[in-house]
């Protein structure tokens, strides 16, 4: 195995820089981040790699509010087993671990699309309307098994939006008065328009929040379910068509070629099982937070910390 460490540090001080190797543009790459990396647990890391790839160690603070992470750059491309074998031994030293086989390039124009409820905001807009409404537990099962991925998702917002029937109106200005944004967000969102991204809001909820995400924000656009209201009460149906899991992957789709984001500088970030086709379709779909399905079929993952976090998956130039 051929080491190489960039901007050598008392971190990497164990390693003996050798003659510079040459990467290929868009190598593959291992992120690590969320808890202190000393050289140990750097050197753990590297014997569970083959031992004919060379490796380009790289420290990476993309934000000031972040601690400093290290980028792993890989001469050739891991196996599926051999990812896996990574990312078990990063849940056994609480690491995050990231692998990527090709970079999605922040000095270049492009797209994130997030999910809101416990994505973009730490609720779930559904269960706090109903425990308002008096209807909290059977509401809120429902949301778990959909998020799950144990429930088609139209089928269980309509059986949820019906509990909803003749509450008042006012209910959704209580939640909207003290809607919590995810931990990261605003500094994230800020962010990627400083570097002339387009971020958007694709959600199985509620126009009356994304709307106003959307100002608070200055998001590119929002799509989500309109609730229907008559006399200032919940008539307990939506209006059109339901934002479901392929609307979802759509927006991915529809947003990159509007704004002219090539396909592989799409970003996708979402929890629950209704954002794998939209996480599937983005170049890079990562799962926060994300419920166990999820976790296990998306190619990153964010397990703790804030949302700031993903700038670790994007590549400074």
Not at 107 to 121: F, R, Y
Not at 210 to 238: M, Y
Not at 280 to 295: C, D, E, M, S, Y
Request: charged share 15%; hydrophobic share 50%; with cysteine.
């Amino acid at each position: 195995m051929t080491l190489q460490f960039s901007q050598p540090t008392a971190l990497l001080a164990q390693a003996v820089p050798i003659a510079p190797i040459k990467f290929k543009p868009g190598a593959s790459s291992i992120r690590l981040f969320g808890r202190a990396i000393d050289s140990a647990l750097l050197y753990q890391l590297c014997q569970l790699l083959p031992g004919d790839i060379a490796l380009q160690a790289t420290l990476f603070k993309p934000h000031p509010a972040l601690a400093a992470a290290v980028i792993i750059k890989l001469s050739s491309a891991l196996t599926a087993a051999q990812q896996q074998h990574l990312l078990s031994f990063a849940s056994l030293q609480q690491l995050e671990l990231v692998y990527l086989d090709k970079p999605v390039l922040l000095s270049q124009p492009g797209l994130l699309v997030m999910d809101m409820d416990s994505t973009a905001i730490s609720i779930e807009c559904i269960d706090e309307i109903a425990a308002l409404a008096g209807v909290g537990p059977q509401v809120a099962a429902v949301t778990a098994r959909a998020m799950n991925g144990e429930l088609d998702f139209a089928a269980s917002l309509t059986e949820r939006v019906a509990a909803l029937k003749n509450a008042p109106q006012s209910i959704l200005q209580q939640v909207v008065t003290d809607l919590p944004l995810m931990p990261g967000l605003t500094e994230l969102v800020s962010y990627l328009h400083q570097m002339q991204w387009q971020v958007a809001i694709a959600s199985g909820g509620f126009t009356y929040f994304t709307d106003v995400l959307k100002q608070q924000l200055g998001l590119s656009a929002t799509v989500a379910n309109v609730l229907e209201i008559d006399n200032g009460l919940l008539t307990g149906r939506v209006v059109g068509d339901i934002v479901d899991a392929n609307t979802k992957a759509r927006v991915v789709t529809e947003l990159a070629a509007r704004y002219n984001i090539a396909a592989g500088q799409t970003v996708a970030i979402g929890d629950g099982a209704n954002d794998l086709p939209m996480l599937k379709t983005a170049a890079l779909g990562v799962a926060f937070h994300a419920k166990p399905k999820v976790q296990a079929a998306a190619s990153a993952r964010i397990n703790q910390g804030s949302l700031l976090q993903l700038l670790y998956l994007l590549d400074p130039a």
